[in-house]
């Protein structure tokens, strides 16, 4: 009996061993589960708009600019696009393989959710993503002005069906960016360089022979002030 139990665990193990190393092979393989925002009132995929008919992020969010919030476009602006009967499908529907049919029928749900917003002068109740806490302040105008791209805090939406935050947007992160430890793309970070008041400042100082704003930079290449009241005031 102890001989059949031995052959069989000699048998057994190398058949387990096997087993477990193809089940892992399959769990490697397997996509893992991607980031995905939350449910928006209409379908908007980013992929599509920003993707692939590329259309720049300041013509729907126009007053990122010029003021502190980065704005959501109106029913109106939305409509000017996807103006009833226009016959237009999501791309991403089209690659699909669903019936014609199908894809007219779901396209069509969505304008009509998009097209009663605007019968009623209703706005749209998007779902907030990039939800920062009361106490802290984030002027977008400030950060677009110096050249800072949308997808150094945004992620590449381009890429996203339903927008989820792809940064922590924790302080220590923003900090990171500000004292210029996060790396910047090679335009961006000369583009600051040349644009950034605190670079300027800086600059000035130095040139009239003082460095004390100099010598509290905790990074060689700090790009803005990390001052309490820059965020929260």
Not at 7 to 33: D, F, H, I, K, M
Not at 101 to 115: D, M, S
């Amino acid at each position: 009996m102890k001989r059949i139990l031995i052959l069989l665990a000699v048998l057994l193990l190398p058949a387990g061993a096997w087993a477990a190393y193809q089940g892992l092979e399959t769990y490697q393989s397997e996509p893992r589960n991607k980031p995905q925002g939350p449910e928006q009132p209409i379908a908007f995929w980013h992929s599509v708009h920003a993707g692939q008919n590329q259309i720049p992020c300041m013509y729907c969010h126009y007053s990122a600019e010029r003021s502190e919030g980065a704005g959501l476009p109106s029913v109106q602006l939305c409509v000017g696009c996807h103006a009833p009967g226009s016959g237009a499908l999501p791309p991403e529907q089209a690659q699909l393989g669903f019936p014609q049919e199908a894809r007219n029928k779901f396209w069509n749900a969505e304008a009509t959710k998009l097209i009663d917003y605007w019968r009623r002068g209703e706005p749209i109740p998007w779902v907030k993503v990039h939800d920062l806490p009361a106490h802290v302040q984030f002027p977008h105008q400030s950060h677009v002005r110096v050249g800072l791209q949308c997808s150094t805090c945004h992620g590449q939406v381009q890429n996203m069906e339903l927008v989820y935050q792809a940064s922590s947007l924790r302080m220590g992160w923003c900090i990171s960016c500000h004292t210029g430890e996060m790396k910047l793309s090679p335009q961006e970070q000369a583009s600051v360089e040349q644009r950034s008041s605190y670079i300027q400042g800086v600059r000035a100082l130095a040139a009239a022979g003082s460095d004390v704003r100099g010598a509290e930079a905790r990074w060689p290449h700090q790009r803005a002030s990390v001052d309490c009241t820059v965020c929260h005031y």
